[in-house]
């Protein structure tokens, strides 16, 4: 079983940063895939960013030069900075783990952007 938590959403305002974190634990595969998803009211939840266990990363074109996803390998944790928040970032935020054994979410966290 894999186990995934997720912290650092929370209220911003427009133009605004943030930094959302995610711990994997449990039986972590060598090679995996750690992304971020989000979902916002309304409407399906969507791929913002993605990182391989090989460091090759891809974005969605809407948080193209806005955010960077980040591994830091050693602590099994993926990171997602925000810059230049927009309110049509507002969604709860969730972090996903594939590997070889299925795909794993965490609980999400709320990313709130007033404008």
């Known amino acids: 079983q894999v186990q995934l938590v997720e912290s650092g959403g929370g209220m911003v305002q427009a133009g605004g940063s943030l930094i959302l974190s995610c711990v994997a634990s449990?039986?972590?595969?060598?090679?995996?895939?750690m992304a971020w998803h989000r979902q916002a009211p309304g409407r399906q939840r969507e791929l913002v960013a993605s990182?391989?266990?090989?460091?090759?990363?891809a974005y969605a074109d809407s948080v193209k030069g806005r955010f960077t996803i980040s591994r830091d390998k050693a602590k099994n944790t993926v990171y997602l900075q925000m810059s230049n928040l927009k309110p049509e970032d507002t969604a709860v935020y969730y972090c996903k783990l594939n590997q070889f054994s299925g795909d794993y979410w965490g609980q999400g966290t709320q990313v709130t952007v007033s404008s």
């Open positions: 990182a391989t266990s090989a460091s090759g990363t």
């Open positions: 449990g039986s972590i595969s060598g090679l995996n895939t």
